[in-house]
């Protein structure tokens, strides 16, 4: 064969596997944009569905009136939002050792509805949750929210701290500070008696309500009743507020001072931002090329 004939062959060949690797590539890009489109989709449809759905407590067995809840009988099950039913439960924690008021049946959605603020238990040990502690503080009636608060509510603790402050000139003053404390609180009791703790359901004694005072029993962790009680030992005030029974978030919160309350109240515009300087005007020299004059700048 030729020599010509087969250089020519040879570039033919280079050719076709040069196209047969830019067709490979390109099919491997069309490939890979096309599941990342998927991808894509596949996830926005997850967040959709998941958006739509809620995870609530059924009955793994028949339960029947007036036994306690054991979370043993239950399970979580993911349910359209239009199909869960008022009062859902979607937390074991806040029913463990509940009272049920009616049967529920196996499969059956776990309601509040059906179910007793008062738990199990005869006395205040018997309803304190293990590994809590059990701390009684004394409010107001405002703050108790006039003896409305049952045992079995959830409440968040807020308190009210003094904190020492140092200003210019080396003075020093006392700012009020309200310091978010604790979330998702279990009440154990509301009330005193001589022979123990009240529970829900009963009438607070008329010798608290002259004192002005009503005492609020938490369920707290350990570490958490010794901030309560050096707290409270500072002179500080606590504060409750009472949360839904179906709501067990725990949300980022934040200190709030004068300074935190002006700045929610009027936010603070943002600052303008700073327009660079204008740069230095460019030194020039002139140059004569015959009768014509030419500005050349001189370079930095």
Do not use: C
Request: hydrophobic share 40%; aromatic share 4%.
């Amino acid at each position: 064969m030729p020599l010509p004939q087969l250089k020519k062959q040879h570039m033919i060949l280079i050719g076709g596997v040069v196209l047969l690797f830019v067709a490979l590539m390109a099919l491997n890009a069309y490939v890979q944009q096309q599941r990342t489109t998927t991808e894509e989709s596949l996830k926005k449809k997850y967040k959709e569905a998941k958006a739509n759905q809620t995870p609530v407590l059924v009955a793994k067995k028949d339960i029947g009136r007036g036994q306690a809840i054991n979370p043993d009988d239950l399970k979580a099950e993911v349910i359209p939002n239009k199909f869960v039913q008022p009062q859902a439960v979607t937390s074991v924690t806040r029913i463990a050792g509940m009272v049920t008021t009616a049967s529920i049946a196996k499969g059956e959605q776990v309601t509040l509805s059906k179910l007793s603020q008062q738990r199990a238990g005869g006395d205040l040990a018997a309803v304190t949750p293990a590994g809590k502690r059990a701390l009684t503080i004394a409010l107001d009636d405002v703050a108790a929210f006039d003896g409305m608060i049952k045992a079995g509510n959830y409440v968040d603790v807020i308190a009210i701290i003094p904190v020492p402050m140092q200003l210019a000139g080396g003075k020093s003053t006392i700012q009020m500070t309200t310091v978010p404390m604790f979330q998702n609180i279990l009440v154990l009791a509301v009330g005193q008696d001589i022979g123990g703790y009240e529970t829900a359901g009963r009438t607070i004694k008329k010798v608290e309500r002259a004192k002005g005072l009503i005492l609020v029993t938490l369920a707290l962790g350990p570490q958490e009743a010794n901030i309560v009680t050096f707290v409270l030992e500072q002179g500080s005030k606590i504060r409750i507020v009472l949360r839904s029974p179906t709501d067990a978030r725990v949300e980022p919160t934040q200190l709030v001072t004068w300074d935190s309350l002006f700045q929610y109240i009027i936010p603070r515009e943002p600052k303008p931002k700073d327009e660079p300087p204008p740069p230095p005007p460019q030194q020039v020299v002139e140059v004569y090329r015959g009768t014509n004059r030419e500005q050349v700048p001189i370079p930095k």
